[in-house]
């Protein structure tokens, strides 16, 4: 008698599991079939976003001319230009450090144990979190690498796997090379809105190393590894990566060749050694005069110095920097339209009429949260972290100080709700799928989820911690 009400539980519970597998099948199919039939390039979102800023301006901004608009748009898609190089130059150091023979070498080993999608989630999580943390550009490649790694492993589906290492990624924004807090950081950066308005610039350890920042981050880091191997699609409905022979460059074989000079010094070990040695004595020359700590500039140099020594030659260090750009070209050629995006909202005014309504709807306590909502409405519009925060901070700043708010809570509110929204604007996911080899609309099919997972979590923490 004792045994059919277990039996009937067992049966319940294989009923609840097949429920939620079911379930979760089908979320995941109706997300891939959306974004593959809806969502375009990223490239045609840039042009449409440029027309809808456009329109918003010609209704709600003070000067809304067309002329007023077309000057600011022409001015703004230029200003951007340095700032895009630097973001650009963050990528393709990034890029040359985990291309490297040595990197990928060690790479292969640390994924060689995995056998299953949880498995594939756990090694992607530790080895792209604190890639990303140290350089997003760093982090980006390492996760396109890693997925190509364990996806000639094992089988799993190969846009899924990608996903994962994006959504790892998602922490960029609040990691050491964070271009928003590393502006603020940064005396006599044209970016530092705070020293301009009050003379005083905002140390790192207000901004990334504080509650506010660390807690919604490690909380979304951990949600996320522990939800995302449930969304694995099934076998039957899995798309797989092509596997090919590894070539000589990829697998470190030398290719024969003859001796000349320029080829000498083409692959010469102590040029790279030298000249990094020499960057190298710079960057520390220029610590010992201002003081330890990383600013975007330095970054950026102590990666090409890093780089420079693990590719050994000269001329791999070429080819590795032209693959990154040949691959992150589609992001260069967005940045102008979202430049011309910045400029029509700040030159109209538009920025200027979304401070206002922000300053009268909050508080002292709730301007983080109200800064965090914002930013993940301006992202789709300027995905760019610096960029964005070019658009934003000229209005969060001022009403911060208006309202006698945590301005470093404010400024990594605008931070976070980047890492949240990049989630769904794929401007940061074209380099990760071009390197993969993989259509966008896939992996962004996944990583909707990773959205909805850190709305959640930032937002409950970004309001009470505020």
């Known amino acids: 008698m004792a045994v059919a009400p277990k039996r009937a539980s067992m049966h319940k519970q294989i009923d609840n599991t097949i429920t939620r597998n079911s379930f979760q099948r089908a979320l995941v199919n109706f997300c891939v079939l959306f974004f593959d039939r809806y969502m375009p390039d990223p490239f045609v979102i840039a042009l449409l976003l440029t027309f809808m800023t456009a329109v918003l301006a010609m209704v709600l901004a003070p000067h809304s001319t067309p002329a007023d608009i077309l000057n600011a748009w022409y001015g703004g898609a230029f200003k951007i230009v340095a700032f895009a190089f630097q973001m650009m130059l963050i990528l393709v150091t990034g890029h040359a450090v985990a291309s490297a023979v040595p990197v990928r070498r060690v790479l292969s080993r640390l994924v060689s144990w995995v056998s299953t999608p949880r498995q594939a989630t756990i090694t992607m999580f530790m080895l792209v979190v604190p890639a990303t943390w140290l350089n997003w550009g760093l982090g980006l490649v390492v996760g396109a690498f890693v997925a190509k790694e364990i996806a000639r492993q094992i089988k799993v589906d190969y846009g899924w796997l990608v996903a994962c290492g994006y959504t790892a990624w998602w922490l960029c924004n609040s990691g050491l090379s964070s271009s928003i807090a590393l502006s603020q950081a940064s005396h006599g950066n044209p970016m530092n809105i705070v020293e301009q308005l009050t003379g005083q610039m905002v140390p790192l350890r207000a901004t990334l190393f504080s509650t506010f920042t660390l807690v ?75 003081g330890f700590g990383f600013d975007i500039d330095s970054l950026i140099l102590s990666f090409l110095i890093l780089g420079l020594m693990l590719q050994k030659r000269p001329i791999a260090y070429v080819q590795a920097v032209r693959d990154a750009i040949a691959q992150t070209g589609p992001i260069l050629l967005q940045f102008p339209f979202y430049g011309g995006i910045m400029g029509i909202m700040t030159a109209t005014g538009l920025a200027g009429v979304i401070s206002v309504f922000f300053v009268h709807i909050a508080s002292a306590q709730t301007l983080p949260f109200w800064s965090f909502i914002s930013s993940l409405i301006i992202t789709f519009l300027v995905p760019s972290a610096g960029g964005h925060w070019a658009v934003q901070g000229p209005f969060v700043v001022p009403a911060a100080l208006s309202l006698h708010a945590s301005i470093p809570h404010v400024i990594m509110g605008v931070a976070i709700a980047e890492n949240v929204a990049n989630m769904l604007q794929p401007f940061w996911a074209v380099p990760i799928v071009a390197i993969a080899g993989i259509g966008i609309q896939r992996v962004m099919a996944f990583t909707s989820i990773t959205f909805i997972i850190s709305l959640v979590i930032c937002s409950i923490s970004v309001l009470l911690l505020g």
């Open 216 to 290: 919604p981050t490690i909380l979304t880091v951990i949600a996320s590894a522990i939800i995302f191997p449930h969304f694995c699609p099934a076998p039957s409905q899995s798309v797989y990566l092509e596997t090919h022979s590894a070539s000589a460059v990829e697998s470190g074989e030398e290719i024969p060749h003859r001796w000349s000079p320029r080829k000498a010094l083409e692959r010469s070990f102590v040029l790279s050694i030298a000249i990094a040695l020499f960057a190298l004595a710079a960057l520390l020359l220029h610590w010992q005069e201002h």
